[in-house]
């Protein structure tokens, strides 16, 4: 059972519906008899009728029974199945131009589902299927098609509205068939969903998608790289998905998965050095800025960690203090945590500071 300090600190996040503890425990509800998770919507009850559990089969084992309102037996936040529906509907008609009698056709009802995309993606369904056309649509361009081609194929009957809507998505003109093209893709986690893109040579980043600065974070990344973001997936965000799933379930604790990391030299061999730290281990700043053979530069470390793109394949979050403390991590440290306790409990290695 959490500590005192813990069941005050579960209860503050369970009120502010602190999405960064999704995964970390579920609220038991005493006058109400059903458990929650922590983003629950439904009105919060007194701190002293709640007690907090750090897994499902604890609250079950408990006597509690699952909030219907936030199904807290799921993935937290998972996609739903007008969504589900809609994103299968997409990738057998991607030239298809939606309107709301299609939603209607579907039995969905086209308000909840651009709230419910938007909370997710980040974008309405109509941007997300627009996106979708046309990645496909500079495939095709590079592939040889001929522009006019492609402009019928996405559906468009006026050339300078396809030439419009491909500019705004693409970030080019549809006759530039060098662009880079990143697939987007967004899968779920005991933790909450993760955002990750690729291109077709490896994993360029993965993030928790309520991170803060996510938006500035892309947007920096497609301006570097000259690339255009559309959601679809590809080998390398089939691979990841696979992985990360085992990773959860305790069944995998080195990463394959090809990288492409995006930074500096030295930001480069700081990630890399975070990824020679082991499964179920840990590390201060200053030993991780000796093993760079730089132990002067523990402050650039740490900022460079802060930059990792790629989370928790690039493990930044088995760096700690040195006195043993959890720091800084952009998941948040409820999720650090849990991560640091997930891997322990698989390793069967007690977490352990190595003290400088």
């Not at 803060?212 to 000259?226: A, D, F, Q, V, W």
């Not at 089939?238 to 995006?262: D, H, Q, R, V, W």
Request: aromatic fraction near 8%; charged fraction near 25%; include cysteine.
């Amino acid at each position: 059972m959490p500590s005192e300090s813990q069941n005050s600190e579960y209860y503050q996040a369970l009120v502010q519906r602190d999405s960064q503890y999704e995964g970390v425990f579920y609220a038991g509800i005493k006058t109400t008899g059903i458990f929650c998770r922590p983003t629950c919507p439904a009105r919060k009850p007194k701190e002293q009728n709640c007690e907090f559990f750090a897994k499902v089969q604890d609250a079950l084992l408990a006597g509690y029974r699952p909030c219907k309102r936030c199904q807290p037996m799921s993935q937290p936040n998972a996609a739903s199945p007008a969504i589900l529906t809609l994103i299968e509907s997409v990738e057998k008609e991607p030239e298809r131009r939606w309107s709301d009698a299609d939603f209607r056709a579907l039995g969905i009802d086209a308000s909840t589902v651009r709230r419910q995309f938007k909370k997710r993606f980040g974008m309405t369904f109509v941007a997300y299927a627009r996106a979708r056309r046309m990645g496909l649509a500079l495939k095709k361009i590079r592939d040889g098609s001929r522009v006019i081609d492609t402009q019928l194929d996405s559906g468009y009957d006026s050339g300078s509205g396809f030439r419009d809507a491909f500019a705004k998505i693409m970030g080019s003109a549809p006759q530039n068939k060098d662009a880079t093209l990143l697939k987007a893709h967004w899968l779920d986690s005991p933790l909450g969903p993760i955002l990750t893109v690729a291109d077709e040579e490896g994993l360029i980043l993965s993030e928790f998608t309520d991170r803060r600065g996510l938006e500035r974070e892309i947007e920096k990344l497609r301006s570097r790289l000259k690339a255009a973001i559309v959601p679809g997936t590809n080998l390398i965000l089939e691979s990841i998905e696979a992985e990360l799933a085992a990773y959860f379930a305790g069944e995998l604790t080195e990463f394959k998965t090809p990288l492409k990391m995006i930074g500096s030299e030295f930001q480069k061999a700081v990630w890399k050095s975070l990824q020679r730290i082991p499964f179920g281990e840990t590390r201060s700043y200053a030993k991780q800025a000796e093993a760079i053979g730089n132990p002067k530069a523990v402050r650039a470390v740490a900022r460079a960690n802060g930059m990792n793109q790629i989370a928790i394949v690039i493990p930044c979050h088995r760096v700690i203090g040195s006195d043993g403390s959890l720091t800084g991590y952009a998941g948040g440290l409820p999720r650090k945590q849990w991560l640091l306790e997930h891997e322990s409990r698989v390793s069967g290695k007690p977490i352990q500071m190595e003290l400088t």
